[in-house]
């Protein structure tokens, strides 16, 4: 069974910068599509940047691109998402989430069927 848990979450002023970390275990593939969503209070949860664990492929949502910054550390199974020039409309809970390989990396709901429980990134203006 795959657990994800997120860290790095907080507060900050607009134009200010965050890590989130993903720590995942249990994996018994050698490959997985992860990715990052994120969720505002009464808003459907939205895709933000997917990749591919041993691949160089990254997708972004086109509000974060040139902003955000998806990366990953095979060796340690830890998934990173840099937040930059962060905006008040950036504020949510932020997920990850793992789908182990056959695997789409989009920034679709349906395409993972692992998720951590989310960490919050509040943005103020």
């Known amino acids: 069974q795959v657990q994800l848990l997120e860290t790095g979450g907080g507060s900050v002023q607009a134009g200010g910068s965050l890590r989130l970390s993903c720590a995942a275990s249990g994996y018994t593939a050698n490959t997985y599509c992860m990715a990052w969503f994120r969720q505002a209070p009464g808003k459907e949860r939205e895709g933000v940047a997917a990749?591919?664990?041993?691949?160089?492929?990254?997708a972004y949502a086109d509000s974060v691109k040139g902003r955000f910054t998806i990366s990953k550390d095979n060796a340690k199974n830890t998934l990173y998402l840099g937040l930059y020039s962060l905006k008040p409309e950036d504020s949510g809970l932020y997920y990850c989430?793992?789908?182990?390989?056959?695997?789409?990396?989009?920034?679709?709901?349906?395409?993972?069927?692992?998720w951590g429980q989310g960490t919050q990134v509040t943005v103020s203006s």
């Open positions: 989430a793992a789908q182990p390989r056959p695997c789409a990396a989009t920034l679709r709901v349906p395409s993972y069927n692992y």
């Open positions: 990749t591919v664990t041993g691949s160089s492929y990254t």
